[in-house]
């Protein structure tokens, strides 16, 4: 089936930036239509209760709706969307929740709790990557049934295990596992009680602004107008990703005008950009922070020594003033500046001798042999070739293995890495979304229910994750944040992991394109009210 069956075929090729035909003019985007060059080889699926990567996060994020919501230039204002309203009990363990009236998705079957609590039945049952945000509440496959329930056509409860803090389940229900599926729409593709997994894994059963039209992997995505929207229609027709993922390429689209936005510049391109009067680069700060993973499985990992000789053989000043100018800031705590509790100290430069005499310590003063798996992007392959020289100036060997996306992810899932380079970004807006991954593994086995980045690296830490529960249960904001401001601390000291820097996001942008919003988590980057001006 054609992706573009909607539209012309000389459109289509015209917004994807093809010429059609022995010397055709590359022309403007079409006017309705909106293309982005980026590099979407992350994405592995489209199903809510699946998503957990930043591409597929953010188209998500333009093409289906949650319960709630908050303005993304003051998170602590949280607000309906599904749901019109919500209360909770005296001893703070249900939430009620009552739907909008008159919502419909794009299907044009109206949203009822029903929906809702499929939803999050679902998610729970199929125990994807993100089902954590909703398991912490003590949530079960063999108890979801009972403690989230519909009350009538359009209310239902949800009952936790404990009383956390008040906004902690408001939050993890604005991530992507709590975008609002369609039930009936989804049970019309089940196969062998999957609840519709395999269909909506490269299909669509939202009620956003966008419907998610067609994923070809590490090729393109188009989003097309939701026309069922029950709210006011973008001015957008369409939105189309293409996979690009080198920065010279973009740039060269962009100036040309076959793309709107390029999203994968580099400090060379960018630089080379600021005069062009066609073109403007918008920035906004991110909760995404870049770090390496040590798995203590290897047993050279696993020694404190050379945990912390890593996190001194890393050039983070230059790696952020030069490979990623303009595009992080470093920083080197688990929580990201701007969330409650956030320690912004980074007590550690490259210092190669100090890192010497740690490993000396740790009986490895010949250095050793290990390596890192490094997803194929330029930037990405750039830091991970800084860090490979500094790590060999203190005899340490590092074999970099690059992969996709979807390469390099599913190898560290499964723990069969050594070092990986990533890039996290929060799943929800409070404290807790990093240090429930970074600081909190309570089972270290390999089928446990919970799989963490503390379990995808093997650290075993059951004091520290008794803490970060009690974190979360902390309804005194002031008492919160100093135990957040400990743990990040702790982590800080003696975690496997290498925290590097906080993202920056920079856009290169036609100066027709006006309305994008840049937000704090990629599910809040947002398209649907951009416009062009000519």
């Known amino acids: 089936m054609p992706i573009f069956r909607t539209y012309g075929a000389a459109v289509a090729m015209a917004a994807l930036g093809l010429a059609t035909g022995p010397g055709a003019v590359r022309a403007e985007t079409p006017p309705d239509t909106l293309i982005q060059a980026w590099a979407i080889d992350d994405v592995i699926s489209l199903d809510p209760a699946e998503v957990f990567e ?12 949650g319960l709630v919501g908050y303005d993304v230039d003051d998170v602590s204002d949280i607000f309906g969307v599904i749901a019109e309203s919500w209360e909770v009990s005296e001893d703070g363990t249900t939430f009620t929740f009552t739907i909008r009236p008159d919502l419909q998705f794009a299907s044009g079957n109206p949203i009822t709790a029903e929906d809702a609590v499929f939803t999050l039945q679902r998610a729970v049952k199929l125990d994807l990557s993100p089902a954590f945000i909703l398991t912490q509440f003590g949530l079960t496959a063999d108890n979801v049934e009972e403690m989230v329930r519909q009350t009538g056509d359009m209310t239902f409860e949800l009952e936790m295990d404990q009383a956390y803090a008040p906004t902690l389940l408001l939050y993890c229900l604005t991530a992507t596992v709590g975008f609002v ?20 894994k490269t ?20 989003l097309e107008r939701n026309e069922n929207f029950s709210g006011e229609a973008p001015e957008m027709a369409r939105v189309i990703y293409r996979h690009i993922p080198e920065a010279a390429t973009q740039r060269l689209l962009l100036e040309q005008g076959d793309i709107d936005i390029a999203r994968g510049l580099g400090a060379e391109e960018i630089s080379a950009l600021e005069d062009d009067e066609n073109i403007r680069i918008e920035s906004g700060i991110k909760g995404s922070i870049y770090y390496l993973g040590l798995n203590q499985k290897n047993e050279n990992l696993a020694k404190p020594e050379v945990r912390e000789a890593m996190k001194y053989l890393v050039d983070y000043g230059t790696i952020a003033d030069t490979i990623m100018s303009g595009k992080v800031q470093v920083h080197e705590a688990f929580l990201p500046e701007g969330f409650l509790g956030a320690v912004n100290e980074n007590p550690y430069e490259l210092d190669v001798e100090r890192a010497r005499e740690l490993l000396a310590e740790a009986g490895l003063e ?25 790590m060999g100036e203190a005899g340490i060997r590092l074999e970099l293995i690059p992969g996709d996306g979807q390469q390099t992810l599913t190898k560290y899932r499964a723990r069969n890495h050594d070092i990986y380079i990533g890039r996290w970004g929060p799943d ?53 944040a100093a135990t ?14 290498v925290i590097m820097f906080q993202e920056i996001e920079v856009f290169g942008m036609r ?24």
């Not at 599926?181 to 909506?200: A, I, P, R, S, T």
């Not at 299909?203 to 188009?222: K, L, P, Q």
């Not at 100066?511 to 704090?520: N, Q, T």
């Open 203 to 222: 299909n669509y059963a939202g009620s956003g602004e966008y419907t998610i039209r067609d994923w070809r992997a590490n090729e393109v995505i188009v």
């Open 366 to 390: 010949d250095g050793f042999d290990v390596t890192m798996d490094t997803r194929n992007t330029p930037e990405i392959t750039s830091i991970a070739q800084a860090i490979q020289q500094t």
């Open 484 to 497: 957040y401001e400990e743990l990040q601390r702790e982590v800080l000291e003696t975690g496997p992991f």
């Open 54 to 65: 930043f591409t597929a996060s953010e188209v998500l994020g333009n093409s289906y709706q």
């Open 511 to 534: 100066d027709d394109v006006e309305g994008y919003i840049i937000g704090p988590s990629f599910n809040d980057n947002s398209f649907v009210e951009v416009t062009k001006t000519r």
């Open 181 to 200: 599926v369609d039930k009936q729409l989804v049970m019309e593709h089940e196969e062998d009680g999957d609840f519709g997994y395999n269909w909506l």
């Open 428 to 480: 929800y807006q409070d404290p807790n979304t990093n240090a429930a991954t970074f600081a909190y593994n309570p089972d270290n086995s390999d089928d446990a229910a919970e799989k963490p980045l503390a379990w995808r690296n093997s650290w075993e830490i059951p004091e520290l994750s008794e803490r970060t529960v009690a974190a979360s249960l902390e309804r005194d904001t002031e008492a919160r």
